[in-house]
């Protein structure tokens, strides 16, 4: 199973109310700015990602619920706003899944689904996790 390889932080995934509004507040406080901004109504979400375009560090990716009963407008509701998942990049998210379930950890997808910003997504279970919400994304 040496193929599973993975690759940076890609980013962190946080639960917002407003987007735009934390968007701006990011941008004016922390430097970063917006790279992508993509509503996908299926998953109920927009979703920003900020970055520092001169360091190259992962991105922030703010996930605001547009429409009820959608995983992230649940998550606020149990929650409240803050870290809901950190995601890395894989070569092969078909390898990456079957090598967790492997390792026995639980996956909430075992087939990949659409992600966002042209890639292919898979989450692990944050029981298997220590409570973390870990995303695996190969880019399409
Ligand atoms: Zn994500």
Redesign the pocket.
């Given at each position: 199973m040496d193929l599973f390889k993975v690759g940076k932080l890609?980013?962190?995934?946080i639960a917002v109310h407003d987007a735009l509004k934390v968007a701006k507040l990011y941008s004016d406080v922390l430097g970063l700015k917006i790279e992508h901004d993509e509503t996908v109504p299926d998953q109920g979400v927009r979703?920003i990602m900020l970055s520092n375009d001169k360091s190259n560090s992962s991105a922030i990716?703010l996930?605001e619920p547009v429409v009820e009963n959608s995983s992230i407008s649940k998550f606020l509701e149990k929650r409240g706003e803050g870290m809901?998942?950190?995601?890395y990049l894989v070569e092969d998210i078909n390898v990456g899944i079957k090598f967790l379930e492997d390792k026995n950890i639980e996956m909430i997808d075992r087939v990949p689904r659409e992600?966002?910003n042209s890639t292919i997504?898979a989450f692990a279970h944050p029981k298997s996790l220590n409570g973390v919400l870990i995303?695996l994304?190969q880019k399409v």
């Open positions: 890609y980013h962190i995934g979703a990716e996930l809901h998942h950190i995601c992600g966002l997504v995303e994304a």
